[in-house]
Structure formats: structure tokens, C-alpha cells
């Protein structure tokens, strides 16, 4: 796939906007992969029953992840300490503990929520032996697009590992003028994980504002855990995300917006752009709501009920 350039990221610079391939990936799974249409209505009617009869799966969860660096030049080999920070920001996001949820608007800050869920990297690899839980891989490629090439060894990137035991995440020089994408449950296991450009990983190193705070992994990880975009992707006020505390949105926020931003009739509060399945800047995501995580613990489950246990 033919990268695009947006200004912001030339010269390696990170694009200024954020943008998620999620959707445009899932449209192509679904059309490559028949099976994947099924699972995906198995398993929204597994999440609707596990939301009315009761959860089965006890919380907290700690998900492995393994951490695939995969890099051309010295600068991309991200070091340890930007992935050791990511892993921080994600323990801190899913449990509502970050220190900018403050920024919440008052409305909102009882519907705020902990998922009960922490992030390990790997102690053990596939074949049982001890692993610091990153691998590292140094490629041809200049970049990658969201054609999942890096999630492959034969094509310059790196294998998943069983997609059961370990949530998989490449970190790499995502091109597109992508930050991220990630894949839905219910599809393949070797592309199943998420991918994020490596300036916009975790915190200090190369990452580069305004997407230097994490806050990209806690955006697709979301995804990975069947989180949808918060204004349903239509973009006509007709979508949904199938989370009844999020206020139905027309488009995507981006940049810092200023409570209220209003759009499809939701006044007086309008849009939770503050809601991390949104697009805006890293320091103005904060927060995931009560209806988003019973939607991903129903998630753990059903469809990603074996990862952590």
C-alpha cells in the first residue's frame, strides 16, 4: 500500500491529527475473511447477554503483552524505558487513575469508570522460557501501511504470538499518516493486536506531541477490547457505538476542544470528546464511561475470554 503524507509528518515528524485505521483494517478483514462477519454477530450477541444476565468472568484481568519493536534505523529501536512508560499509561487509563482526569467536565465525572484491567509485559514467551516480553526486530522497510505487513516476518515485520496468551502490539514508523490501528475480536490470530506509530508510544524517547502521552495504545487497545469510535463512524448522526452512556456525536473531535462542543441535537453538554475513543489530542482524552467498560469486560468475557488467565 501507497503511504500518504498529511502535514505534520514529513521529515519524520508525527502527523498533527489524530487518525485511527481501525475501521478502514476491520471493512477489509470482513471482506477477506467470511468468518469474521459471523464471529462478529455471535459476538455482539454474546456481549448483549453478558450485559443483561451478568458477567461470568471475575475482575481484575492482567493481559500479557508483548511488544514487537520493529525498526530500520537506530532512533526507531524505541528504548526500553518508552515501552515501560506506555505499559504505565495503560495501567493508569483502565483503572481511572491518571492524574488528568480532572479535566472530566462535571456532568460526566460520575459516569467515569475503572475497567478493572492492568497490562504485564510477557515474563515467559510462547515456548515457556523467561522474556522480558519485548522482541526486536530490524527491517528493510521504511514504513509500514495498515495492511498488517509488519505483523508478519516474511514481509519485515515480526510474527504475532498466540493471540489466546498475549495481547500483541508492533510498534513501528506507521505511514498513511496513521497513529495506530487495531484489530477487532472475532478475527485472524496472526493479525490479531494492535500497531501504533513509535512517536506517538508511550511517553519521552521519540514520541512527539501532541501524541506523546500514551494515549494512542489506550485509544487502540480500546478497539482490541471492542470499543467503537464514540460517534458510530457515519457521520450523520445515525451511529452508534452501542454504549448508551456516550451522547451520540456526528464526527470526531480533534485537537482541544472546549466543553460544550454540540452536534446532533445533544445540548446542552454535547460531545464527550473528552472520551478516549475519540480523536482528539492526547491531553484531552481522559476518561472511558461505565457503559464502555462493561462492553469490554463482557468482551473478557466472552470473545477474549481466555487472554490473562
Known sequence: MENQTIPGQENGKAPVQRKCGTMSVHYRLLE????????????EKRVSELKKFGLERLIPVTIPVVVHVIYKNPSE???????????????????????????IPTIW???????HISFALAQKDPAGNPTTGITRTQTTQDSFGDDDSVKF???????????????NIWVCNLGGGLLGYAQFPGGPASTDG??????????????????HLGRTATHEVGHY??????????????GTDFVADTPNAQNPNTGKPVFPHISCSNGPNGDMFVNYM??????????????QVTRMQATLSGARNLIGI
Do not use: R
Not at 77 to 84: L, T, Y
Not at 194 to 211: E, H, M, S
Not at 278 to 291: Q, R
Open 32 to 43: 477477506q475473511h467470511p468468518l469474521f462477519i459471523a464471529n462478529q454477530i455471535n459476538i
Open 77 to 103: 529501536n524505541i528504548a526500553d524505558q518508552q515501552i515501560f512508560s506506555q505499559i504505565d499509561v495503560l495501567n493508569e487509563d483502565y483503572k481511572a487513575l491518571n492524574v488528568d482526569i480532572s479535566k
Open 109 to 115: 465525572q460520575n459516569t467515569t469508570a475503572s475497567a
Open 153 to 167: 516476518a516474511v514481509s519485515g515485520g515480526a510474527d504475532a504470538w498466540p493471540a489466546d496468551d498475549y495481547l
Open 194 to 211: 494492535v500497531v501504533i506509530l513509535n512517536k506517538a508510544f508511550g511517553k519521552g524517547g521519540i514520541t512527539q506531541a501532541p501524541f
Open 225 to 238: 477490547l471492542n470499543l467503537l469510535h464514540i460517534w458510530g463512524d457515519t457521520h450523520q448522526c445515525q
Open 278 to 291: 475519540d480523536y482528539v489530542d492526547d491531553d484531552s482524552m481522559v476518561m472511558f464511561t461505565a457503559g
